[in-house]
């Protein structure tokens, strides 16, 4: 997608696109992950007379810096088409060769990606597989990639668990029969947290600029007869490059992360023990974001014999049917 950016000049009573641009401004009380924000020369058309640059918009990277006639800005929009297997895994990028872990962002699940050509680090994530790292080269054409992670047990969760669809599910469940399948307790890693035994990374932990958590910890969507049983405590810490701000805010040294269920039907989520995002907007009004466990257009469920250790909100529940609370 192409936006403009115009200003109107009374001179010539017509709008002009901005002679330089950012991709970051005043605050507007919204916020986004998982957009990426690059620009193309000759992009506007819209309201720039003569035409100009234009910002090019893409799943993607949620990169802050420049656009066009600034020191430090990006130039052109490359298309990366990136698949990483299992499918439900996590990908963050970087530009350059060796960046620092506070470099990266997230990469939505599906692409292609937009980015400004150059060379990118990419870091592959699931649990109970190996991560995995790849340097390329994006061109102005685009490029085509595959990163295959390697199954090991042994790394126990140390990613959030995510299922978009009934294979993703059965990715992350312990036992499949008869169409419904179980996604039990597994070994914790450290989620975000310092290395006690597996691999660990810091993003899991991240807050957006209004302390909200990026992301949840189980997120299950469009997905049916799921058990989800004594599912792992999934706690993290703030990244380093946040830590500051949130000690300042008074933001726990620790938080945890929530659990989602969208657009899904006959679940059951029994026998966990669940804590919300302790800084909870929750406490000025219902927000979906802070509750521990949140259920969205989701049918005909159960959330039963489980512990809600809550400074806001316990279970949110907006739209659907048929779904019972119990002890």
Not at 135 to 159: C, E, F, K, S
Not at 166 to 181: I, Q
Not at 292 to 319: D, K
């Amino acid at each position: 997608a192409a936006m403009d950016l115009a200003y109107w000049n009374p001179a010539r009573a017509a709008f002009e696109v901005v002679p330089a641009a950012y991709n970051v401004g005043a605050d507007t009380g919204e916020t986004a992950v998982g957009i990426a924000s690059t620009w193309t020369p000759t992009g506007a058309t819209a309201l720039g007379d003569p035409p100009g640059p234009a910002v090019a918009l893409g799943s993607g990277p949620s990169f802050v810096g420049g656009a066009w006639n600034v020191s430090n800005g990006t130039d052109g929009a490359a298309a990366l088409h990136l698949t990483l297997a299992p499918g439900n895994g996590f990908l963050f990028v970087a530009p350059g060769t060796a960046p620092p872990t506070s470099a990266y962002q997230w990469l939505p699940p599906t692409g292609p990606y937009v980015l400004a050509p150059g060379t990118y680090s990419v870091v592959a994530l699931a649990a109970h597989f190996d991560p995995g790292t790849v340097t390329l080269t994006l061109p102005t054409g685009g490029a085509w990639a595959n990163v295959t992670l390697t199954a090991d047990p042994a790394t126990g969760v140390y990613t959030p668990l995510w299922a978009f669809s009934a294979t993703a599910l059965a990715n992350l469940s312990s036992t499949c029969a008869a169409g419904a399948c179980t996604l039990w307790s597994d070994e914790p890693g450290p989620l975000g947290q310092p290395a006690t035994g597996g691999p660990s990374f810091p993003w899991f932990g991240e807050s957006n600029d209004f302390l909200f958590p990026v992301f949840p910890g189980i997120w299950l969507a469009h997905v049916s007869s799921a058990n989800v049983v004594a599912p792992p405590p999934l706690s993290v810490l703030p990244p380093p490059w946040q830590a500051a701000a949130s000690s300042r805010l008074g933001i726990p040294a620790s938080n945890a992360l929530p659990t989602y269920f969208y657009d899904d039907a006959n679940l059951t989520i029994t026998e966990g023990t669940f804590s919300n995002w302790w800084f909870s907007g929750g406490y000025l009004g219902p927000a979906a974001a802070d509750a521990a466990v949140v259920l969205w257009n989701t049918t005909g469920s159960r959330v039963t014999n489980s512990t809600f250790l809550t400074g806001g909100e316990g279970v949110y529940l907006y739209g659907g049917s048929g779904n019972v609370v119990t002890g």
